[in-house]
């Protein structure tokens, strides 16, 4: 017999429930002798007529008890080994996994909304079959063919050829292509199914930002890759723990981007997201392989694979959207493309649950106060309203940690009421002299040169103590650059000289 997992073994018990009394001793005692260390064969068996619901758990969750009467240390320890893998197991269904639809009602969707898709599909690609069609809209199989058949049947499609496993490729007819252009006439969206809103507010809820906590560590881990000091971790993790948002500011060049862009992996996690959304007949595209980073599914894990994931979704890290001085008003709306009818989402929906980070914030195309206002109410309520195309309104959650990293002063940027809204102001300052040297040493290897001490000590004894002159964090990998390029234009040596670096802050400073 094979070793059952847990969930399986959960089956068998309940199956076996009515097993009777004199049975249980029987297989107690059997178990008694039994030296194994996982819950093998016999052990199965001894389990097979116990399982009972546990009174004083939590409804609905399934515990193992013992017979009364039977004090062994033993089976003790046995019943506690298999509760415990039943309570792994329903601790990981409690994370957020979307399971794939064994309907289209379970799915959120009608024939007619099916209809479009694949029509759409047929008029762009000609010929698809079956189970292609139901790849291209992230559906099951066994959804898509039953209407593929009736559609046949109504003369709308019509077969070309067999396909593989009782499939057929398809085509539409004449009857059908004039409908597929009426379709195509408001919108040519022919990609996965959309998810309803309803669906998605739910995922968001569960997966939220503001749910999550980090620890001393984790920003250890988050920023191993940059020379930063423990103090700055320490008002660090209380702002990322706020779930609400912050200002880095301070000198430019001293590393307030790359601190935003490591915020997000502190959580560590990963969250599923909509492919699309589907509201009210408007097709919102969600999911963004500019901005997010798909994770492919463990193959190993058994919930994922005893369970089919809906292919609508897509697994992602936890995303970090940044916005610079290009951001402008319509990314932060819906916006709907005039040719195909398919809608774009603002940035703020692509950040739920991670990060958006305003990078040089001031500096943008747009007004401040514009900018300010739009977002004054969101981040005090944690929830946004955006516009449809077809004059919709519709509500969704503000959830993301809202960094705003700017060179400027922000008292000098925004008012009072908004500065009550973002509770941490943190100013990034300039490095230490030793910190600078660190600087030099780590970046010294990824140029290929060996660190000079002496020469780093005549650059900043000239071009930086004796001019009165600041350090920044930048400063030791961009000078670094320059006397690699000279040394390669030379054909010498890449090495640290003083030489080398009078050249280099010659060019560097010349107008700074």
């Excluded at 980073?293 to 463990?298: F, G, Q, R």
């Excluded at 060996?450 to 000078?479: G, M, W």
Aim: with cysteine; aromatic share 8%.
């Amino acid at each position: 017999m094979t070793k059952l997992t847990p969930r399986e073994l959960l089956e068998e018990l309940k199956a076996q429930q009515s097993a009777t009394t004199e049975n249980t001793v029987s297989h107690i005692s059997q178990s008694v002798n039994d030296d194994a260390a996982e819950p093998d064969d016999s052990e199965v068996s001894l389990f097979d007529s116990v399982f009972k619901s546990s009174s004083s758990g939590k409804a609905g969750k399934p515990t193992i008890c013992p017979p009364g009467g039977q004090a062994n240390e033993r089976i003790s320890s046995l019943f506690n080994r298999v509760n415990s893998l039943l309570s792994e197991t329903s601790s990981a269904s409690e994370k957020f996994i979307p399971h794939a639809p064994t309907s289209l009602a379970k799915a959120g969707l009608n024939e007619d909304e099916v209809e479009r898709l694949i029509f759409r599909l047929l008029l762009a690609k000609g010929v698809a079959s079956g189970r292609q069609i139901a790849g291209q809209h992230k559906l099951p199989f066994a959804l898509i063919d039953p209407l593929l058949k009736k559609w046949k049947h109504e003369q709308l499609v019509d077969l070309r050829n067999s396909a593989e496993m009782g499939d057929y490729y398809y085509a539409i007819t004449s009857q059908g292509r004039e409908r597929a252009q009426g379709y195509s006439e408001s919108c040519s969206y022919h990609g996965a199914a959309p998810v309803k809103l309803h669906d998605y507010l739910k995922a968001m809820e569960r997966q939220s930002i503001a749910k999550q906590t980090v620890c001393e560590e984790d920003l250890r881990r988050a920023f191993s890759d940059l020379l930063i000091a423990p103090s700055m971790l320490d008002k660090l993790g209380p702002a990322i723990n706020s779930g609400r948002g912050m200002f880095l500011f301070g000198e430019p060049g001293n590393g307030k981007t790359s601190i935003a862009e490591r915020v997000t992996s502190c959580f560590g996690s990963t969250i599923w997201i909509p492919r699309a959304l589907g509201i009210d007949g408007d097709i919102i595209r969600l999911f963004d392989p500019g901005v997010h980073e798909e994770v492919e599914m463990d193959e190993n894990d058994s919930l994922l694979s005893s369970n089919g994931i809906d292919q609508r979704w897509v697994q992602i890290v936890r995303p970090t959207v940044i916005a610079g001085g290009e951001l402008t008003m319509n990314e932060l709306e819906v916006v709907q493309h005039a040719k195909t009818g398919i809608c774009e989402s603002p940035l703020q929906l692509k950040s739920n649950c991670g990060t958006l980070v305003i990078d040089d914030f001031g500096r943008q195309r747009m007004p401040v106060d514009e900018l300010l206002n739009r977002w004054i109410v969101p981040l005090e309520k944690r929830y946004d309203f955006l516009n449809l195309p077809s004059g919709k309104k519709i509500q969704v959650p503000f959830d993301q940690l809202i960094i705003f990293s700017t060179n400027l002063e922000p008292k000098d940027l925004v008012d009072g009421a908004f500065l009550r809204r973002i509770p941490y102001k943190i100013e990034v300052d300039d490095p230490s002299r030793a910190d600078f040297i660190k600087l030099f040493e780590i970046m010294a290897p990824k140029f290929g040169m060996t660190v000079d001490r002496s020469a780093i000590e005549y650059l900043i004894e000239t071009h930086y103590e004796k001019v009165n002159r600041p350090f920044r964090a930048c400063q030791p990998r961009d000078l670094l650059l320059q006397v690699r390029n000279f040394c390669v234009y030379k054909n010498r040596e890449k090495k640290m000289t003083p030489q080398s670096f009078d050249f280099a802050v010659e060019n560097y400073f010349s107008v700074m």
